[in-house]
């Protein structure tokens, strides 16, 4: 089956159901199927995925080593989490249009002020994280 066509992305998703008498333990999940890039709401060529380093958005649940999803076709609004271009430097911060900053969510860095810096470019818009144990 070739890696292009949607049903190779389909995995297998457990569901709980309610038990009814006797039934073995796997009799009370349903198998059926999850397509990955409907369920990230993927569409190609606007998704991307970038892999995470470090711990600046901890408090917004991104942890580090993360892989986050990001799409170019969403408008970035205030309090979105972006993927930025930062003097040419990819970084994940969260846009606050209203201060004219990309903050972290970790109280340790600092803003990165829009302003301040000779090319700063929203490169996506982050849909999803998953995040590693």
């Known amino acids: 089956m070739?890696?292009?066509?949607?049903s190779?992305?389909?995995l297998p998703f457990f569901t709980p159901q309610p038990h009814s008498g006797l039934s073995c333990p796997t009799d009370s999940y349903a198998n059926v199927t999850v397509d990955l890039e409907r369920y990230l709401e993927t569409q190609r060529p606007s998704t991307f995925f970038v892999k995470v380093c470090g711990k600046s958005m901890v408090n917004a649940?991104?942890?580090?080593?993360a892989i986050?999803?990001?799409s170019r076709?969403?408008?970035?609004?205030?309090?979105?989490?972006?993927?930025a271009a930062i003097d040419g430097e990819l970084s994940r911060k969260i846009l606050d249009t209203?201060?004219?900053?990309l903050r972290t969510a970790n109280t340790y860095h600092r803003p990165v002020s829009v302003n301040g810096h000779d090319q700063v470019t929203v490169l996506g818009v982050v849909t999803h994280a998953i995040n590693p144990f």
């Open 61 to 65: 649940g991104i942890m580090d080593q």
């Open 73 to 83: 076709d969403r408008p970035p609004k205030h309090d979105d989490i972006v993927i």
């Open 98 to 101: 209203r201060a004219q900053v």
């Open 68 to 70: 986050l999803v990001a």
């Open 2 to 6: 070739s890696k292009d066509t949607p």
């Open 8 to 10: 190779s992305h389909l």
